[in-house]
């Protein structure tokens, strides 16, 4: 796929994806969107990524919907949907790395991720409220799970911006930097969770916490807990096992393009 509103920075297995509207402050489009789903759902199969980092370029994050006043995107239904379901089913670790403004779609977006890392000229708003729509990009489903339902409660009736300071005291985001040490801090975080890492074990925890906190009963988690322990025991796991037996580095051969045969049945099923 050409992109035309972001860019992909590969490094060390790392992929910084960029936000690439500086003009517009890095608003969504629907192209945004499409390129995003894009991003997340090929980035599956490229084993050359073991994290992600979502920035932006220029002074924004990404400022919300562009040309929200337009009444044919007011009737786009949710958009921001596609991108947030993308990076839920992504079995690589993403992080974002928010240097600016995070306003609408710009903050419910990075609701999905595994952290938020601010810089101290950020600023995060759910201002739905004060436009009279609602929260968009499933944020109803994930922002109770990282604030709670009180918090989430006060952020989406209130509407307000915050600074990078009430945002991580809220618990929207894990720290704030300094703009110059923000992209540091996104990608030792990555290396932290993902450098001499299963891909596949990683791929089956993030998974596994997403899906299972949410589902209706415990005995749910025990089932793909019991699959993911026998897969992943009788591959990584088997050298893992010696290699801390032995005090050496493990040599992990799995890759994230090719999971567990129950993993596709277990992702994919339908929604009740």
Same mark, same amino acid.
């Given at each position: 796929?050409?992109?035309?509103?972001?860019?992909?920075?590969?490094?060390?297995?790392?992929?910084?994806?960029?936000?690439?509207? *500086?003009?517009?402050?890095?608003?969504?489009?629907?192209?945004?969107?499409?390129?995003?789903?894009?991003?997340?759902? *090929?980035?599956?199969?490229? %084993?050359? !990524?073991?994290?992600?980092?979502?920035?932006?370029?220029?002074?924004?994050?990404?400022?919300?919907?562009? %040309?929200?006043?337009?009444? $044919?995107?007011?009737?786009?239904?949710?958009?921001?949907?596609?991108?947030?379901?993308?990076?839920?089913?992504?079995?690589?670790?993403?992080?974002?790395?928010?240097?600016?403004? @995070?306003? $609408?779609?710009?903050?419910? #977006?990075?609701?999905?991720?595994?952290?938020?890392?601010?810089?101290?000229?950020?600023?995060?708003?759910?201002?739905?409220?004060?436009?009279?729509?609602?929260? %968009?990009?499933?944020?109803?489903?994930?922002?109770?799970?990282? !604030?709670?339902?009180? @918090?989430?409660?006060?952020?989406?009736?209130?509407?307000?911006?915050?600074?990078?300071?009430?945002?991580?005291?809220?618990?929207?985001?894990? @720290?704030?930097?300094?703009?110059?040490?923000?992209?540091?801090?996104?990608?030792?975080?990555?290396?932290?969770?993902?450098?001499?890492?299963?891909? !596949?074990?990683?791929?089956?925890?993030?998974? #596994?916490?997403?899906?299972?906190?949410?589902?209706?009963?415990?005995?749910?988690?025990?089932?793909?807990?019991?699959?993911?322990?026998?897969?992943?025991?009788?591959?990584?796991? @088997?050298?893992?096992?010696?290699?801390?037996?032995?005090?050496?580095?493990?040599?992990?051969?799995?890759?994230? *393009?090719?999971?567990?045969?129950?993993?596709?049945?277990?992702? %994919?099923?339908?929604?009740?």
């Amino acid at each position: 796929m050409e992109y035309t509103t972001i860019r992909h920075e590969i490094e060390d297995g790392i992929l910084t994806v960029v936000l690439d509207r *500086s003009d517009h402050l890095n608003a969504f489009t629907v192209e945004m969107a499409d390129e995003l789903e894009h991003t997340f759902v *090929s980035v599956n199969d490229n %084993d050359e !990524v073991r994290a992600v980092i979502v920035t932006g370029e220029g002074r924004a994050f990404c400022a919300g919907m562009d %040309d929200l006043g337009d009444p $044919g995107l007011r009737r786009i239904r949710d958009t921001g949907g596609r991108v947030t379901l993308a990076i839920h089913g992504c079995r690589k670790p993403v992080i974002a790395a928010i240097n600016g403004a @995070a306003v $609408g779609i710009g903050a419910t #977006m990075t609701l999905a991720m595994d952290a938020r890392l601010l810089s101290n000229r950020a600023r995060f708003g759910l201002v739905f409220g004060k436009l009279g729509i609602v929260p %968009d990009a499933c944020s109803t489903w994930f922002l109770p799970r990282l !604030v709670g339902m009180p @918090a989430a409660l006060d952020l989406v009736y209130r509407a307000d911006i915050l600074d990078a300071d009430a945002a991580h005291a809220v618990g929207l985001a894990q @720290a704030v930097y300094e703009p110059d040490a923000l992209l540091g801090a996104a990608r030792a975080l990555a290396d932290a969770w993902t450098r001499d890492r299963s891909p !596949v074990s990683v791929a089956l925890m993030r998974q #596994m916490m997403l899906r299972n906190s949410a589902a209706p009963h415990p005995v749910e988690a025990h089932r793909v807990d019991s699959l993911a322990m026998f897969y992943t025991s009788i591959a990584d796991g @088997a050298d893992g096992v010696r290699a801390f037996l032995d005090k050496r580095p493990p040599s992990f051969r799995g890759k994230a *393009s090719e999971m567990p045969p129950f993993y596709r049945e277990w992702v %994919d099923a339908p929604v009740p």
